[in-house]
């Protein structure tokens, strides 16, 4: 691969979301951008950085996130994930913590 297709996997994500901060709910939907930045490729193995931007549409509102984390090959077909997000909300921000494992196939 030539060179940035060698580091970088860009994306387009388009789904419904569901907020609930407090007693507060918003439907919307949801585009985001997904990058991945890969540090490390073997065969089809590789670690990196996933970063997901987000904007936010729901009924009367326009909201923006961020999600992030690190991605781990553990074999061929499972990937191991461990990073946190932040979204805005109102005229707050909330975030967390997210981890997980994918099967790849």
Known sequence: RFKPKNIIEPAIAIGYRNIIAGNQ???????????????????????GLELRPTIFFGLGSLEGGLEGALVYSVAEFLQVRLGGKMHSFDKGIFGGITGGASLVF
């Open 25 to 47: 709910v918003r439907h919307g939907i949801e585009i985001g951008v997904p990058h991945r930045y890969v540090f490390w490729r073997q065969s089809l193995r590789s670690f």
